[in-house]
């Protein structure tokens, strides 16, 4: 594990923060870390960007771990950082792809914007969010050449409704090689039926309770196909995605416990 200062703290929204480490984090688009608050506990976050003396991740607050950070990391404090794990997304040889992501789900697929965009790839990031002051990385995906279309809850900004319905009127428009998608279960889960009814390929990035974070817990196994988020994923094929039986139904709580999504 290494100890790593934050070097500083974006407030992108009043719950949602990016933290910056000036670090070489050799990590993939669609990996994590695991990130540990002393004293209080450790937590997977996805790896929002990566360049070769910096990375940063993007925390929401929600549990007891996130709050921690969110309320008593300052800038020069230092966080454990474990990692990168998992497997991450996969550009293969595709010229124009389309990204869907729904609130705190945004952070990978700014990072998998990040690397399309150094391969030139034609880029249509599709962000959402409950309302126009939720919106996360907006600005960021501009910067690197996105063509950025967005989604609130509210209609408090962009298209009111789903980044599915903008996503089925993309997908109508024209080709795109591939879609991916990070965000809440089931919207990733219409995600990947819009795209498969278009017969478009998908990658989704899942997330799980984890404990280790490289596979020996199985902590994260999911339900269907045994498969562990942390080491098989998180990212996954849209048709794995789909057969495992508890995506967009349920996961599993620390103690195993069913609990609905």
């Not at 034609?122 to 919106?135: E, F, P, Y």
């Not at 278009?198 to 498969?227: N, V, W, Y």
């Not at 562990?228 to 995506?247: I, L, N, S, T, Y």
Request: charged letters at 30%; a positive charge; glycine letters at 12%.
């Amino acid at each position: 594990m290494l100890s790593l200062k934050v070097s500083d703290i974006i407030n992108e929204n009043p719950l949602f923060k990016t933290y910056v480490f000036k670090h070489g984090l050799n990590a993939r688009p669609g990996q994590f870390v695991m990130v540990w608050m002393p004293g209080v506990d450790e937590v997977p976050m996805s790896v929002g960007w990566v360049e070769a003396d910096e990375f940063r991740i993007g925390i929401f607050k929600a549990g007891d771990c996130t709050t921690a950070i969110h309320e008593q990391v300052k800038i020069g404090d230092r966080l454990g950082i474990r990692g990168p794990f998992g497997k991450g997304f996969d550009l293969k040889d595709y010229k124009k792809i389309t990204l869907a992501g729904g609130g705190c789900g945004t952070p990978p697929l700014l990072a998998l914007a990040q690397k399309a965009a150094e391969k030139g790839m034609d880029v249509t990031a599709i962000i959402g969010a409950r309302s126009k002051n939720l919106l996360i990385y907006e600005k960021e995906f501009k910067k690197l050449g996105c063509k950025v279309l967005v989604s609130t809850d509210d209609g408090s900004k962009g298209h009111k409704g789903f980044i599915t319905d903008i996503l089925k009127k993309e997908l109508e428009k024209g080709k795109t090689d591939a879609v991916y998608t990070c965000g809440p279960e089931k919207m990733m889960v219409k995600v990947i039926e819009i795209a498969q009814d278009h017969k478009i390929p998908s990658q989704a990035s899942l997330e799980r309770f984890m404990k280790c974070g490289f596979g020996i817990c199985g902590q994260c196994c999911i339900d269907g196909t045994g498969l562990r988020v942390c080491k098989d994923g998180p990212v996954f094929d849209g048709e794995v995605a789909m057969k495992h039986k508890e995506f967009g139904k349920y996961a599993r709580s620390a103690s195993g416990k069913r609990c609905d999504l």
